[in-house]
């Protein structure tokens, strides 16, 4: 991967427990693999558990080498952790109300503003790119304000430092809009408009809203006032498990998702589940030098050598290789070689068995059909 730059590959397992680290989460530490990038798309047809699966729509970006999933943690009982546990309680938590039982184990979760910024960045321009309406800084920063809550103000702090011209915040809007609405408005009026019951907080925060308030119309109202935001794209940010209801209820709401690790992790597997699942859902974990582009399924060793299994996340993260590549026509040939082959309903069992009229084929047999509508595509027949 050094020496060529770009990578396909198939899954890795890690077993559970043992002490055995993940060779998936060691090649993206080595080769700085920071960015873990999920589209999840409906393709017409494929069986799905919720109403309109077409309304998802995402595309996600997850931090891919901080976080608890850095594996820097220790075993209970351990003399490592007794020296750890020993400074955290005695040192760090003395005389606090807080003390960590003495038989833990103990992980850290590290995140930073240079892990953060660099993942943000990647959102941004590809929302940019693609004219996305929106980046969501999916975060649990009401209780990790350190580190889930650092994402988030990192995330914003990078869209205005970089994409000030291009973006606006979804608080901004609000102020913006507000003004549009009225242009009689007061900054007074304003801040109390986007801030509910702020005429009973303090002195002090009442006066931090109203410079808030001022320094927006000052710096952005010339470029982004009278209608103008609609057209830029929207950064906000949800909280996480907020987001997992909200994909489910709201998701033509969302379009581009910036997450930390183990947020990204969890929320790209349950929006696969309302689109066909894993077996539909390409992956692929960038870095500014490298591509390393997968299926995101498991290894699902017993069904080795039987051809039955679902191809498509692999050849889909293929697509997005060559989109990677820059050779899209390529990408968008494999996509629809693979849609209209669902269409026809000549799929395998996974999807057969929740697709009424659909015939069972293996993995072979349904790689040939996607071959077949790929060439019909490319030379119709007259």
């Given at each position: 991967?050094?020496?060529?730059?770009?990578?396909?590959?198939?899954?890795?397992?890690?077993?559970?427990?043992?002490?055995?680290?993940?060779?998936?989460?060691?090649?993206?530490?080595?080769?700085?693999?920071?960015?873990?990038?999920?589209?999840?798309?409906?393709?017409?047809?494929?069986?799905?558990?919720?109403?309109?699966?077409?309304?998802?729509?995402?595309?996600?970006?997850?931090?891919?080498?901080?976080?608890?999933?850095?594996?820097?943690?220790?075993?209970?009982?351990?003399?490592?952790?007794?020296k750890l546990l020993e400074f955290l309680n005695n040192e760090m938590l003395?005389?606090?109300?807080?003390?960590?039982?003495?038989?833990?184990?103990?992980?850290?979760?590290?995140?930073?503003?240079?892990?953060?910024?660099?993942?943000?960045?990647?959102?941004?321009?590809?929302?940019?790119?693609?004219?996305?309406?929106?980046?969501?800084?999916?975060?649990?920063?009401?209780?990790?304000?350190?580190?889930?809550?650092?994402?988030?103000?990192?995330?914003?702090?990078?869209?205005?430092?970089?994409?000030?011209?291009?973006?606006?915040?979804?608080?901004?809007?609000?102020?913006?809009?507000?003004?549009?609405?009225?242009?009689?408005?007061?900054?007074?009026?304003?801040?109390?408009?986007?801030?509910?019951?702020?005429?009973?907080?303090?002195?002090?925060?009442?006066?931090?809203?109203?410079?808030?308030?001022?320094?927006?119309?000052?710096?952005?109202?010339?470029?982004?006032?009278?209608?103008?935001?609609?057209?830029?794209?929207?950064?906000?940010?949800?909280?996480?498990?907020?987001?997992?209801?909200?994909?489910?209820?709201?998701?033509?709401?969302?379009?581009?998702?910036?997450?930390?690790?183990?947020?990204?992790?969890?929320?790209?597997?349950?929006?696969?589940?309302?689109?066909?699942?894993?077996?539909?859902?390409?992956?692929?974990?960038?870095?500014?030098?490298?591509?390393?582009?997968?299926?995101?399924?498991?290894?699902?060793?017993?069904?080795?050598?039987?051809?039955?299994?679902?191809?498509?996340?692999?050849?889909?993260?293929?697509?997005?290789?060559?989109?990677?590549?820059?050779w899209k026509e390529v990408a968008t040939l494999i996509e629809d070689g693979i849609a209209r082959t669902i269409?026809?309903?000549?799929?395998?069992?996974?999807?057969?068995?929740?697709?009424?009229?659909?015939?069972?084929?293996?993995?072979?047999?349904?790689?040939?059909?996607?071959?077949?509508?790929?060439?019909?595509?490319?030379?119709?027949?007259?």
């Open positions: 991967i050094r020496d060529f730059r770009v990578a396909i590959k198939g899954p890795l397992t890690t077993p559970v427990g043992g002490g055995i680290r993940s060779l998936n989460v060691a090649l993206r530490q080595i080769l700085d693999l920071y960015s873990c990038e999920r589209p999840v798309r409906y393709f017409t047809g494929v069986p799905s558990p919720v109403r309109e699966p077409e309304k998802m729509n995402v595309f996600i970006f997850r931090e891919n080498t901080e976080d608890v999933y850095i594996g820097i943690e220790w075993k209970s009982g351990s003399p490592e952790v007794k003395k005389d606090g109300k807080k003390q960590i039982r003495w038989d833990s184990g103990v992980g850290i979760k590290p995140i930073s503003p240079t892990g953060t910024k660099r993942l943000v960045r990647r959102a941004i321009k590809y929302a940019l790119a693609n004219k996305r309406k929106s980046v969501t800084l999916v975060h649990k920063g009401n209780i990790q304000k350190f580190t889930e809550g650092a994402f988030r103000d990192w995330g914003y702090e990078l869209a205005h430092e970089e994409f000030r011209a291009q973006t606006i915040t979804e608080r901004e809007s609000w102020i913006v809009d507000n003004l549009d609405k009225n242009s009689a408005l007061s900054v007074e009026q304003n801040a109390a408009m986007i801030e509910p019951g702020l005429e009973q907080a303090t002195d002090a925060f009442q006066k931090t809203v109203y410079a808030e308030v001022q320094g927006t119309l000052d710096s952005i109202y010339a470029t982004h006032g009278k209608g103008q935001w609609k057209q830029k794209l929207m950064i906000n940010d949800r909280i996480a498990d907020s987001v997992f209801q909200q994909v489910l209820m709201r998701a033509d709401e969302y379009s581009v998702l910036a997450t930390s690790n183990l947020n990204g992790d969890y929320l790209s597997d349950a929006c696969a589940a309302q689109v066909g699942g894993l077996g539909m859902a390409p992956g692929s974990n960038i870095g500014d030098g490298f591509g390393v582009f997968e299926a995101t399924h498991g290894t699902a060793p017993k069904y080795a050598d039987k051809d039955v299994i679902n191809p498509s996340s692999v050849m889909l993260s293929g697509a997005m290789m060559f989109e990677f590549l820059g269409q026809q309903k000549r799929v395998t069992y996974d999807l057969e068995r929740l697709m009424p009229g659909a015939t069972k084929v293996g993995t072979s047999a349904f790689a040939s059909s996607i071959i077949e509508n790929m060439k019909g595509l490319v030379c119709p027949a007259s």
